[in-house]
């Protein structure tokens, strides 16, 4: 083979040449004059020629690529003039495999009277070539990823100096983000704003997660909100080398809380109105209504001997009527402030307190009521829950068609809250009555049969759900009866007595299969 210290035995010495073939790095010389190629062994290796195969420019073309062509010859002739030589070009070797030439040379006047030639080195970067391409298309699939986030992707490194644009900066900016990148951030931003985000970018270069929301204006002068969180970036060893910022836009997401804050502004209002109307009714209604029942009393009274016509039982009625509205009007009262004052916090023992509503309630003798061991020690707000199991008990006891029969309250633990069940034997009520008993004014049977108003159980409902709660019934054991049941948020420490868990008072083997609901 033609070798480099042989064609230019005083230009080399061996040692060195055998560190650069080592080192994967062929040498090679070419003498314009001759058209005479010298390369060693690695070189041959590298375009895939034969150790016996005689070189000529004609040979080493044939091994690179031909749309690599023209750029080889064009870096060979500003060799010429420049004296350097430099060209990355492709390799094709016999068995159709690519591989990436790296090419540099310098022209070297030669002893005696010949011209210069051309000494350079070819290396094999094949492998990275390789790598630079996988490390392309990672960034592509980063910036895919970053492009998809629906806000303002960045990253900052410790100098300040921008690496990163998400594609969003291009509406923002209103033009191409590629003019800010490797740029100084202070080159982006104004002093102000740089002024204000400095002390932050310090903060989170030195470890810390900063976030918060502010106001920006886009090219285009409309006002965005954005919630903005600096991520630190760490390299191996932990040390922060740069900021991670992301920019959501909230925009949308102000919009509907400025929207559900009017609505809330609106409901507060209703509410103080429909408190001033109570109020109203409370007091200028109750004024005249109460001179009503007196002159019903006088002309009782008056007319008490009186027997002619139906004037005692038309009297009658009307005191009944003039009741009815009295009740009607409180109850309008308790509904617009149900849950709305609910008091102090208490430790409440339900079993107790339903034991004392059976005594105020006053039900018939016959009615046996039971408070079951299974109502729990809690803390609650006392009154609404007295309020609801008040007027429950109440509606059990009113529309009992017997009096003669049972009423019982009990409760279970369910996964963070309380249920609690008022249960009669009673005529029930018919299922597709669930949503109908519920609402105001709405009673199953005439009022002339069962005094009311017809508000009891759209206060309890109100007093529940606003404290997180569901109201609803079912038929009690057995298709017999009703069972109301309520749940009850636990509060924060809440305390739970014996048989929260268990129903204590039952009987081995009773069904409780309706308890669930």
């Known amino acids: 083979m033609l070798s480099l210290t042989t064609a230019a035995p005083n230009e080399i010495s061996p040692a060195l040449q055998a560190t650069l073939t080592a080192s994967g790095i062929g ?64 390799v094709i070797h016999r068995d159709g495999s690519v591989h990436f030439v790296s090419g540099r040379g310098n022209l070297h006047a030669a002893d005696g009277s010949k011209g210069p030639r051309l000494l350079g080195v070819c290396v094999d970067v094949t492998a990275r070539q390789a790598l630079e391409a996988e490390l392309q298309a990672t960034q592509a699939r980063m910036q895919h990823l970053a492009d998809g986030v629906p806000g303002l992707f960045a990253y900052v490194d410790r100098n300040y100096i921008i690496r990163f644009l998400s594609s969003e900066y291009d509406q923002w900016y209103g033009y191409s983000r590629a003019r800010h990148l490797n740029e ?64 959501m836009d909230i925009t949308d997401r102000r919009a509907v809380e400025r929207a559900l804050e009017q609505k809330s502004e609106e409901l507060e209002r209703s509410n103080r109105d429909l408190e001033q109307f109570a109020y109203v009714a409370s007091h200028d209604l109750k004024a005249p209504l109460r001179a009503i029942e007196i002159l019903v009393e006088w002309l009782q009274e008056d007319l008490a001997t009186f027997e002619g016509g139906e ?23 308790a509904y617009s402030r149900a849950a709305r004052k609910p008091g102090e916090v208490a430790e409440v023992d339900t079993r107790l307190l339903v034991t004392d509503l059976f005594t105020l309630l006053a039900p018939p003798a016959s009615l046996r009521m039971e408070a079951s061991a299974s109502l729990p020690l809690i803390r609650a707000h006392q009154v609404p829950l007295e309020q609801v199991l008040r007027n429950l008990i109440n509606n059990a006891i009113k529309h009992h068609p017997t009096k003669d029969g049972r009423v019982r309250v009990y409760a279970q633990d369910k996964d963070g809250e309380l249920l609690f069940a008022v249960e009669d034997d009673g005529a029930g009520i018919p299922q597709e009555y669930a949503e109908k008993v519920f609402q105001m004014f709405q009673t199953l049977q005439p009022r002339d049969d069962i005094e009311g108003s017809g508000m009891g159980l759209a206060i309890v409902k109100r007093i529940v759900e606003w404290q997180g709660g569901r109201i609803w019934f079912h038929g009690g054991p057995g298709g017999c009866g009703t069972v109301f049941k309520f749940t009850w948020k636990k509060l924060p420490g809440a305390l739970t007595g014996a048989g929260t868990n268990e129903v204590r008072d039952e009987q081995p083997g009773q069904d409780r299969t309706h308890l669930a609901g």
């Open 184 to 247: 100084p951030i202070t080159s982006v931003i104004t002093p102000e704003t740089w002024l204000n985000r400095k002390p932050l970018y310090d903060r989170c270069l030195a470890g810390e997660v900063i976030q918060y929301e502010e106001s920006r204006r886009m090219a285009s002068g409309e006002q965005r909100f954005y919630a903005v969180t600096y991520q630190p970036d760490r390299n191996a060893d932990g040390e922060v080398v740069g900021i991670l910022s992301l920019a």
């Open 311 to 333: 004037v005692q039982q038309n009297l009658g009625l009307l005191k009944q009527r003039t009741a009815r509205l009295h009740r009607l009007l409180d109850d309008l009262m």
């Open 27 to 90: 040498l090679y010389s070419f003498d314009p004059e001759t058209d005479v190629f010298a390369v060693d062994a690695t070189c041959r290796k590298l375009f895939d020629i034969d150790p016996d195969t005689p070189l000529s420019p004609d040979v080493m073309l044939s091994r690179i690529h031909p749309d690599d062509v023209p750029r080889y010859w064009a870096a060979a002739a500003e060799s010429v003039q420049t004296g350097n030589f430099a060209c990355d070009y492709r």
